[in-house]
Structure formats: C-alpha cells, structure tokens
C-alpha cells in the first residue's frame, strides 16, 4: 500500500513539474524561442523526413487493393469459429510485403503469408472470429500494415446464442466468402 500511494505521489509530482515548465516555456516566448509548426507535405511531394529502419515507410496503400475491405457474416452459430479471406490485388510497381496484420481483440485472429507479392499478383488475409461465449451482433477490425501503407478491414455479423449445453468446442469452424 505504502508503495502505491509513493508511486502516485511520484507520478502527480512529475505531472506537476511538467505542467510548470510547459507554463515558463509559455510566459518566457520570444520571436527568437517560439517553436516552429510544420504542416504536413501535400500528397506526392517529397520531404527530408527520416524514418528509422524498423519503421513502417509511408506507401502507397492504395497499391494494395482489397477485393472488399469488410465482411458480413450474418448470423452464425456460437461455438465454432466464423471465417473469411480478404483478398487484394497489388496495383503498384513494387512487391508488397506485409509487416503485421492487428486485430482490435483477441477474438479476432488474422493469418497471412509473409511471401511478398509481386506486382500484378493477389494475396489473401485469412481471418478467425471466436464465437464461443460470445452471443450478439459483433464488429471488429483488422489493421493490416505493410510497405505499402495502412489498410481497415472489418468483419461483422451476429452470433446466434446456442441453448444451453450444447455449444460445441471450438474443433470446427464455418467458413463464409
């Protein structure tokens, strides 16, 4: 307890220097010590931005297009688990790797191969809905990111409650395209 009610003590005393400094910064502003805003680049235009290695690098996510971008399961079964595939096209010049496909829960889980795709070719993000336990209309996205840039999918739908005792384990799964 003592640690806790420290921790908090040390947390609102950083908060409060913080705050003091951001008010001198404030009062003490000079022409010669105002700090500079910088507004975005247009689309297309080349800026001296530096990115680090492991960054994602801004693409052209429109490269990558997705046959459709959300799916509609209607109403499925609780207990197995709902799947679908989105797929896309890659429109750019350049293969399009994926980095990491990010469900917004840990019912949805994304499955993709880590092969690029070249230029003209398709890919798929193959995507699992976790029904068991989970009766009621559901919405949940996947953000895909890769070289290309940042694209949304969405999967949305309705899970039927089961009666009770007779929700099957989650061996089986329906799958929906």
């Given at each position: 307890?003592?640690?806790?009610?420290?921790?908090?003590?040390?947390?609102?005393?950083?908060?409060?220097?913080?705050?003091?400094q951001?008010?001198?910064?404030k009062?003490?502003?000079?022409?010669?010590?105002?700090p500079?805003?910088?507004?975005?680049?247009?689309?297309?235009?080349?800026?001296?931005?530096?990115?680090?290695?492991?960054?994602?690098?801004?693409?052209?996510?429109?490269?990558?297009?997705?046959?459709?971008?959300?799916h509609?399961?209607?109403?499925?079964?609780?207990?197995?688990d709902?799947?679908?595939?989105?797929?896309?096209?890659?429109?750019?010049?350049?293969?399009?790797?994926?980095?990491?496909a990010?469900?917004?829960?840990?019912?949805?889980?994304?499955?993709?191969?880590?092969?690029?795709?070249?230029?003209?070719?398709?890919?798929?993000?193959?995507?699992?809905?976790?029904?068991?336990?989970?009766?009621?209309?559901?919405?949940?996205?996947?953000?895909?990111?890769s070289?290309?840039?940042?694209?949304?999918?969405?999967?949305?739908?309705?899970?039927?409650?089961?009666?009770?005792?007779?929700?099957?384990?989650?061996?089986?799964?329906?799958?929906?395209?």
């Amino acid at each position: 307890m003592k640690k806790a009610i420290i921790s908090l003590g040390l947390l609102l005393l950083c908060a409060g220097v913080t705050m003091a400094q951001k008010k001198h910064k404030k009062d003490n502003a000079t022409p010669e010590n105002t700090p500079t805003v910088t507004t975005p680049a247009p689309p297309n235009q080349v800026t001296n931005a530096t990115h680090s290695p492991n960054a994602t690098q801004a693409g052209n996510a429109d490269n990558m297009a997705f046959k459709d971008a959300v799916h509609e399961f209607g109403t499925v079964p609780e207990g197995p688990d709902a799947t679908c595939e989105f797929t896309f096209k890659n429109t750019g010049n350049e293969p399009i790797i994926i980095e990491k496909a990010q469900p917004s829960c840990g019912c949805t889980v994304p499955s993709f191969s880590k092969e690029p795709v070249p230029p003209g070719g398709s890919g798929t993000i193959s995507v699992a809905y976790h029904t068991k336990g989970k009766p009621n209309p559901f919405t949940k996205t996947i953000t895909v990111v890769s070289n290309a840039g940042t694209k949304v999918l969405t999967i949305k739908g309705n899970v039927e409650k089961a009666p009770t005792g007779s929700v099957p384990e989650n061996n089986s799964m329906i799958r929906t395209n």
